[in-house]
């Protein structure tokens, strides 16, 4: 018998007796359409499979797969039950992460996942004043522009950027409003620049993508040609190679900002723009472990630091006020 033998319908399935343990072997066949491949990505032999599978449909009493060439398809029977499987399993998962994160007796880790640029220009300055707040928790931290199945993968949360929602993850914004681009150089280039018109720009070497700097250019009031000297699949590598006075960026407000406090780079103009496929920053992580304490904690620390990370830099100490009044002569 083969699982794509036919069964005689069975209107009553005795659910206590439904090999559980083949579930993951159904859904993995059912997503790749090939026995041998969901085998070599469960680690198991082609014949273990086979036999999950077969023993699930004797068990239900119909069919779940029909043969076309060399893959297996779903049936309408197995497609109906593909969707509560993976529900019933990313379930499951969540529940099992959330225990073993509930009971671990060792010391508390948080595994998250972020973009590149998210990690190297906003993250990691600031995970000293984590470490403050938090000392009993380490967070272990990968940097990937790779979306990641959280749950499959152990990770507790990730910040992405994008619409959201996430299928299986319960997600949050992590702050409100337009996402603001401004243009940035380094102080070289500020020298040039600041209170220039942005006619200016356009003779200066312009990182990243020419449809921005269209946009920005074409909100200014101009109609000019972008030609981008080097464009960049992260903005990190971009804002660094702006400090370098390769040229000037369009970058998101928020990651320039610990270089706009410290002087690494200067906003060359008052001007910004928004885009509407610049996405926020979202939060996402499996529903089940919202109210662990280590994720409570990372979602609150995480909304206290973008707010200060976006207020305007405090006057430096020892620099006179605008405000402070001219002493009366006597």
């Known amino acids: 018998m083969t699982i794509l033998d036919s069964y005689t319908y069975q209107p009553e399935i005795n659910m206590s007796r439904l090999p559980l343990n083949s579930l993951p072997a ?3 066949v059912a997503e790749v ?9 469960l680690h198991l032999t082609h014949s273990a499979v086979s036999q999950q599978i077969r023993g699930l449909e004797e ?6 797969f029909e043969r076309r060439g060399r893959r297996v398809v779903l049936n309408a029977a197995g497609a109906a039950l593909l969707r509560s499987v993976r529900d019933a399993l990313a379930l499951l998962d969540d529940g099992v992460q959330a225990a073993a994160a509930a009971g671990s007796d060792v ?19 600031r995970i000293n004043r984590w470490r403050e ?18 749950q499959r993968e152990g990770f507790h949360a990730a910040v992405r950027v994008g619409r959201g929602p996430w299928p299986g993850l319960e997600t949050e914004r992590l702050f409100e409003g337009p996402v603001p681009f401004i243009v940035v150089g380094s102080p070289a280039a500020a020298r040039r620049l600041l209170g220039a018109q942005p006619e200016a720009f356009t ?9 921005l700097w269209q946009r920005w250019f074409a909100a200014a009031g101009l109609r000019t040609k972008v030609t981008s000297v080097a464009i960049f699949n992260d903005a990190g590598l971009m804002l660094q190679a702006a400090e370098q006075s390769l040229g000037i960026a369009l970058v998101r407000e928020l990651l320039a900002a610990d270089a706009l406090h410290e002087g690494r780079l200067v906003k060359l103009s008052p001007l910004s723009i928004t885009h509407e496929h610049a996405y926020p920053y979202h939060l996402a992580y499996p529903p089940g472990l919202r109210d662990w304490p280590p994720l409570v904690a990372l ?7 973008l707010n200060r990370s976006l207020e305007p830099p405090r006057p430096s100490a020892g620099k006179p006020s605008a405000k402070r009044k001219r002493r009366r002569r006597p």
């Open 299 to 305: 979602r609150r620390w995480l909304h206290d630091e």
């Open 133 to 150: 707040r938090h000392p009993e928790i380490a967070i272990e931290i990968d940097a990937s522009q790779h979306l990641v199945d959280l």
């Open 107 to 125: 010391a508390q880790r948080l595994r998250i996942t972020v973009l590149p640029s998210f990690a190297q220009r906003w993250l990691l300055p």
């Open 26 to 28: 159904f859904r993995a």
């Open 33 to 41: 359409q090939n026995l041998r491949a969901a085998a070599d990505s």
């Open 203 to 211: 003779r200066e070497p312009l990182l990243d993508e020419p449809d």
């Open 59 to 64: 068990q239900l009493g119909f069919a779940l």
